[in-house]
């Protein structure tokens, strides 16, 4: 078992699931993250932007096994 971190998407304030992905580096998660989040201009129109079309994005530390396939 290993220290990683996950990377949560939330669109408005539903989490969009899906499989996971973990990252053994808080800054290669926090990269995607940042992307993810501007990728569409959120950042630009984000006062203007209906909130269920608002995205979020983090990096949440958890405890997984070392064989899991989404490590990255």
């Known amino acids: 078992m ?5 990377l949560v998407f939330l669109l408005g304030d539903i989490d969009q699931g899906g499989v996971p992905m973990y990252f053994r580096n808080i800054n290669d998660c ?13 950042y ?4 203007y932007m209906p909130e ?5 994005a983090y990096c949440k530390p958890v405890y997984i096994s070392e064989e899991t396939e989404t490590l990255y």
Do not use: L, P
């Open 2 to 6: 290993i220290h990683a971190f996950m």
């Open 30 to 42: 926090n990269y995607f993250a940042s992307r993810i989040t501007t990728q569409y201009g959120n």
């Open 44 to 47: 630009k129109y984000y006062d």
């Open 52 to 56: 269920k079309h608002k995205a979020t």
